[in-house]
């Protein structure tokens, strides 16, 4: 049973990485038992690792047909957002009243503001080809930032809602980062949120979260509705349908 449930997470694990990384595309089916072919799986492990995904809104079961990976809509991209807003903003102002209490908080996000300077400097500096292949050492560093914000956030239930929103924005970030020029601009916001918190700035880091999360929004609009879709009250990108 032990060895089952290691299987079941190292397929999970796997199957989630893919998902969120848009290598398993939006729509895309989610056959059990061509899945455990290449994952070198029983169905079993397979199963619950599908399942496990579809409670946390990455996979869909349509009836008579096997799951699919769920499909990326603007209408729920617009409800996610509203709902970020409403939480990570306030997270990051609860993190910088409490880092200008005890200064050990703060560690991280100095470490990360060093990281984020160096990382742009060589980014500019880099051609566009280069600039490409250098997008997962950007994704590390904003991943970094928000789970800094998680550990460091004093409120458990905010911390813990924020967290289990984790899977469903990473998908998104492969989208709203489409190019140099909305990297340059996310590596501007994230700079003023890190700012904000090291220099203990609730205010600041409240207003520099909202904005980044309109901006990540609207990005995610242009890449959607760019992307040979029809402009409707929810549309939907879902590619393996197509």
Do not use: W
Not at 86 to 99: C, M, Q
Not at 104 to 132: I, M
Not at 198 to 218: I, K, M, P, S, W
Request: one cysteine or more.
């Amino acid at each position: 049973m032990a060895r089952a449930t290691g299987k079941s997470e190292a397929v999970y694990e796997r199957l989630r990485s893919d998902i969120e990384s848009l290598r398993l595309r939006p729509g895309a089916k989610l056959s059990e038992v061509h899945l455990g072919e290449e994952l070198g799986a029983s169905r079993t492990p397979v199963r619950e690792a599908i399942r496990r995904l579809a409670r946390e809104g990455l996979v869909d079961f349509v009836p008579g047909e096997v799951a699919r990976v769920a499909a990326i809509s603007l209408g729920g991209v617009r409800a996610l957002f509203e709902f970020r807003m409403l939480l990570e903003p306030r997270a990051a102002a609860s993190v910088a009243t409490a880092g200008a209490a005890d200064e050990r908080l703060l560690v991280p996000f100095r470490e990360l503001l060093e990281r984020l300077e160096e990382f742009d400097e060589s980014f500019r500096a880099l051609d566009a080809a280069a600039q490409a292949r250098s997008y997962q050492e950007f994704y590390e560093v904003t991943e970094g930032f928000d789970q800094a914000v998680i550990a460091a956030c004093r409120n458990p239930y905010l911390a813990r809602t924020i967290r289990d929103l984790r899977s469903e924005t990473v998908r998104l970030r492969h989208l709203s980062h489409s190019g140099p020029r909305r990297m340059l601009t996310s590596m501007e916001e994230h700079r003023a949120m890190l700012k904000a918190i090291v220099q203990g700035d609730a205010q600041a880091a409240e207003a520099a979260g909202r904005h980044h999360l309109a901006q990540t929004l609207q990005a995610l609009i242009d890449s959607l509705t760019g992307q040979d879709v029809a402009i409707g009250a929810d549309v939907h990108l879902d590619v393996a349908r197509r």
